[in-house]
């Protein structure tokens, strides 16, 4: 059968744990249901992570496992972690033999491993979505296993077999693909003043420290400078700053903990500060703003830093090192929001980078892989 008349039926998509890998996976969910709209498609996630409630918001099933990663330091939770892996694929067998999917697809995060390592154990057809520039541990050792890995960035034969990959694009929310103007209705959304630049900041969906900080640091600066702020905290930091910013009496420098409208907020934005996630980057190269990076240290391998340098050898995108948040980021902020036309270059830079179809490749090569 060729690929143009084949039909994804069934699917198990897996992973989770940040919005950088659940926004896709739930890209990859609505490409398939917008071809065929009975298909059936089950998520399995892990247990107390945030794909158990943003899934369901989504419009779809999801099932967890007992599965979390491995810390860094010496823990007594790491004791328990080979114990936790095997009863977890011992469950994701379970749940791919009673679902019977055509395929299984793995987004990264602790629940993708082992529904991967169990799909494959089962000879289901089943394909990678590494979305940063660096691969980690666990899938380099799948890669050997699965059918298919679909990339983000070039130069991936380093971590994956070549003929394996094929560069898709990482996959992201429709609403952020409309390229309408809607900077008229982000700025009634907001409650924003017209004639006002603004800076964005958003430090990921757990929020970021370093940047919180430097933030709140500089209010009184952002306010003497006439700009307005759009600041996505995290859950964690948002009482602080909004205490900080309702002291600051500026109705145009708002915090929010969660920013549902991500496409109001970029199209609000003259300037966008964030962490460096596949998703973020993603999302940055479609709209097409000029961005501040600032390369979360806590995450495996580097890799924000490392899929940072990719936009910045470019010159897509400034990029601020954490330890030198508190220090450099406000100063090289206002100083681009002064600076039109240097916006101008990392505007034009970034939308060469910009993949707006990656769905649609992501779902053709699941396609392929099918018998």
């Not at 600041?231 to 600051?248: E, I, M, R, S, V």
Request: charged share 20%; with cysteine.
């Amino acid at each position: 059968m060729c690929p143009a008349t084949k039909k994804i039926n069934r699917v198990i998509i897996s992973g989770g744990g940040t919005g950088g890998h659940i926004f896709p996976a739930v890209a990859i969910a609505n490409e398939i249901k917008q071809r065929n709209p009975a298909a059936e498609i089950l998520f399995v996630g892990a247990k107390g992570r945030m794909e158990m409630t943003r899934v369901p918001e989504a419009g779809y099933k999801i099932v967890g496992l007992n599965i979390s990663g491995l810390q860094r330091r010496i823990t007594l939770e790491n004791l328990s972690f080979p114990f936790k892996v095997f009863s977890s694929i011992r469950a994701a067998k379970k749940i791919i033999k009673d679902f019977k999917p055509d395929a299984v697809v793995g987004v990264g995060g602790y629940a993708s491993a082992p529904v991967l390592f169990a799909g494959t154990s089962l000879k289901v057809p089943s394909l990678i979505q590494e979305q940063n520039s660096y691969a980690g541990i666990t899938n380099k050792l799948l890669a050997k296993r699965v059918d298919k890995i679909c990339v983000a960035y070039e130069g991936m034969e380093s971590f994956f077999p070549a003929q394996k990959l094929v560069l898709t694009g990482n996959p992201v929310r429709q609403d952020i693909l409309s390229k309408e103007d809607k900077r008229a209705e982000a700025l009634t959304y907001f409650d924003l003043k017209p004639d006002r630049k603004n800076i964005l900041v958003i430090g990921g969906s757990l929020g970021a420290r370093t940047i919180n900080q430097a933030t709140e640091a500089s209010l009184t600066q952002i306010k003497g400078a006439g700009y307005g702020l759009i600041w996505q905290t995290g859950k964690f930091y948002h009482n602080q700053a909004q205490t900080a910013t309702d002291n600051l009496g500026d109705s145009g420098i708002k915090a929010f903990d969660f920013i549902r409208r991500m496409d109001l907020a970029y199209a609000a934005a003259d300037v966008v500060i964030s962490r460096a996630g596949a998703l973020s980057i993603s999302e940055l190269c479609l709209v097409g703003k000029p961005v501040i990076l600032v390369p979360s240290p806590n995450v495996a391998e580097d890799h924000q830093t490392k899929n940072a340098l990719a936009l910045v050898k470019k010159d897509a995108a400034v990029l601020i090192k954490d330890d030198e948040a508190g220090e450099k980021l406000y100063p090289a902020a206002l100083t681009l929001m002064a600076d039109t036309s240097q916006q101008q270059k990392l505007s034009a830079n970034i939308l060469k980078l910009a993949q707006p179809q990656a769905a649609t490749a992501i779902v053709n090569e699941l396609l392929n892989i099918l018998p």
